[in-house]
């Protein structure tokens, strides 16, 4: 007999309004994400500014509606002076985060009009590592201040007359890294982090603010890092960022397709800390998470190339996702809306070809990796309600994270088209699952499309010479009758159950 996951789909399981944020991504001069990604003059699609139309094409599909920008480990070495202005005469600078060369060529105006391009919204990352106040409060009143000033009428000098009025601003990147440059103690980058912070609302007080928290849940500093920085920004801040990338050096596969209970953790940790430091400063402000670098590394990559330094956009973290990757990456978009409440903004890294939801080559086609579907999934059919399915899965055992569920699934409800998508996804290695659902209130509801990603061969992905070789199909057998909704998920596949009220 089949195994059977139980769920409840009741309006009363609501966890929060989805902020559409949570579909956001990252472009970092890194790699060939930025050149070679977005920015290729010269290929046969590229447009008057360079940006690759193949590649805007899928980027568009995505709805993207947030995405970061210029780093990463970049921007904490970075002069954002050095890619404004006229081209021909922006400095080639020695790119230390990377060892690599940096023409400047792509900058913050081509990045704001490749997002006006793009259908999406800015999120800017100032440099907190080799610079500071000052810096940071010129680049605000570059972008928000309307004129009348030295930087402002500089914008304007370079062609762009309205301010961007950009919302979003991470004060640095990964602060508490070593290996990042001018790397600080908590208290070192909490100070810093509250006066630029002052500095930069003075400039343009609609702008939020978002303080570096953990890069990983492994760091010797994780979690007090968040306490000691909450402590001293709480009053100026209104996101704390965390980072994570998932797998890596797991080699037991029932470790890796469990990576999301690692995430569920490291959330539910974040937001603890966060109420920990309200209540010891008597606030009433909440402080929430945006998870500003996510994804899922390559389980197949052999082994990761020697990069010689200084050279242009050399390839970079760069290989071929599997669809088990795909599985995995679906069950970390679950666990960020199943914390929807607190998590209100994210941000899968990186966009382009560095662990890219699409890959290009240089002068020739571009693709999807299989992780690009259940990103495609979520930012399309998942806007509007999250609600938990307050799910019963059978379980298995693993080393790592004790007891985990086979099946994990959220759904989000849509009460301007009336529909109401089951995001879920099935680990086992060998056994469909079925999936049996109680649809409290849901009754009037049918099942217009049951979507799997799934393969025979779960290490297979997509390639140059094989684009399509791993897609989602509208092929499963979900089926809602007199309030019960049943579906069966593959083995090792990710489902989209999409239901819509009966007209
Ligand atoms: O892979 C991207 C890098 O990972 C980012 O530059 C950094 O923030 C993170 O450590």
């Known amino acids: 007999m089949s195994k059977t996951a139980k769920i409840t789909l009741h309006p009363e399981l609501e966890i929060a309004d989805v902020d559409s944020r949570l579909y956001g991504s990252f472009v970092e001069h890194l790699g060939r994400c930025i050149y070679g990604g977005i920015y290729e003059p010269g290929h046969p699609t590229a447009d008057e500014e360079g940006f690759r139309g193949d590649v805007l094409d899928l980027v568009r599909k995505l709805q993207v509606p947030i995405v970061r920008f210029p780093g990463g480990n970049f921007v904490s070495a970075y002069n954002w002076e ?13 790119e230390i985060a990377w060892r690599a060369i940096e023409t400047n060529q792509f900058g913050l105006n081509e990045f704001m009009s490749w997002c006006a391009k793009a259908g999406t919204q800015p999120m800017y990352t100032i440099n907190l590592g080799t610079r500071g106040i000052d810096t940071a409060r010129n680049v605000v009143e570059y972008c928000n201040h309307p004129g009348g000033a030295y930087w402002s009428d500089l914008r304007k000098s370079h062609g762009v007359a309205e301010p961007y009025k950009i919302k979003t601003w991470c004060l640095g990147n990964e602060m508490d890294g070593p290996w990042q440059m001018g790397y600080k103690t908590a208290t070192e980058y909490g100070r810093l982090a509250n006066e630029t912070a002052k500095v930069m609302r003075q400039v343009d007080p609609d702008i939020e603010l978002v303080a570096c928290g953990s890069s990983n849940s492994q760091m010797p500093t994780y979690p007090e890092w968040n306490a000691t920085v909450l402590e001293h920004t709480y009053e100026h801040v209104d996101y704390i960022s965390i980072h994570d990338y998932y797998g ?7 470790t890796f397709l469990a990576q999301s209970v690692d995430m569920d953790r490291y959330i539910k940790t974040i937001i603890a800390t966060c109420d920990y430091v309200k209540a010891k ?3 009433r402000k909440t402080i929430n998470i945006s998870f500003d670098e996510w994804n899922v590394v390559f389980y197949y990559r052999k082994s990761k190339p020697e990069i010689e330094p200084w050279r242009i956009a050399p390839a ?10 795909a599985v995995v990456f679906g069950s970390l978009i679950i666990t960020l809306l199943k914390h929807a409440d607190r998590v209100r903004m994210a941000c899968q890294a990186l966009l382009i070809n560095v662990l890219g939801l699409i890959v290009t080559r240089t002068n020739s086609v571009c693709w999807r990796q299989t992780i690009y579907y259940p990103f495609y999934h979520a930012s399309v059919y998942g806007r509007g309600r999250a609600l938990s399915l307050n799910i019963k899965s059978p379980t298995y055992e693993d080393a790592e994270f004790d007891t985990v569920p086979y099946v994990d699934g959220v759904a989000v409800v849509n009460d301007e088209n009336d529909t109401l998508t089951i995001f879920a996804i099935n680990r086992s290695l060998k056994e469909d699952i079925v999936l049996d659902g109680q649809a409290i209130d849901y009754s009037d509801y049918s099942v217009r499309e049951h979507i799997t990603l799934t393969s025979e061969d779960i290490s297979a992905g997509n390639t140059a010479e094989n684009p399509d070789n791993i897609t989602p199909k509208s092929n499963g057998n979900a089926n809602l009758k007199d309030g019960r909704l049943l579906a069966t998920l593959p083995k090792t596949s990710w489902n989209v159950i999409r239901l819509e009220k009966k007209r």
């Open 82 to 94: 050095d890619g404004i202005g006229p081209v021909e005469e922006r400095p080639r600078r020695l």
């Open 281 to 283: 400063k008597r606030s």
């Open 316 to 325: 970079r973290g760069e290989a071929m996702y599997s669809l088990v990757d």
């Open 248 to 254: 890596r050096r797991i080699k037991r596969i029932e």
